[in-house]
């Protein structure tokens, strides 16, 4: 991969290993989400898919994910629109709004876990839909 590739390309623009080297890890994509019907403001829940692995925060089927899970957002560069649906930490989604990754992101440390360790994923903070039914609200959609 070419160094700081994410700066001197578009997301169209990059290879395969590129853009799934954006994905942070943090698995906020893969939580089920709430729309408040009065405001239609978005929340995350702590209610993960069935095919997250909660304590790594990876798809057990990532390669079968559309497939198995309708509702599983695959990201294309085509599709920008999905790219609403994403939290506002989610490298996609600020790049394709002119925004920088941002200091904690592993292609800046170097370093896979630098996302949890920051605080900005799932980890820790929700349960599979396989376990249980009952939600909180993690964070508001874009936060
Ligand atoms: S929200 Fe974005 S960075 Fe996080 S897991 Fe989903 S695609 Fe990857
Ligand atoms: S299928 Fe995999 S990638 Fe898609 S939402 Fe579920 S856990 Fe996430």
Redesign the pocket.
Known sequence: MDEDFWKNKTLAEMTDAEWES?????????LHKLEDEDTGEIFFTDIACRLLDTST?RCKDYGARAKKVKSC?V?KPDAPEVFAW??G?????LLADGADLPAWHPLITGNPDS?HEAGI?AMGKVTSETVTTEWTVLRKLGD
Do not use: I, K, M, N
Not at 22 to 30: E, V
Not at 89 to 93: D, H, P, S, V
């Open positions: 954006l994905c942070d890890g943090c698995a906020l994509c893969c925060c957002l990201l994403l939290p930490t989610c490298a996609y989604r996302v994923s």
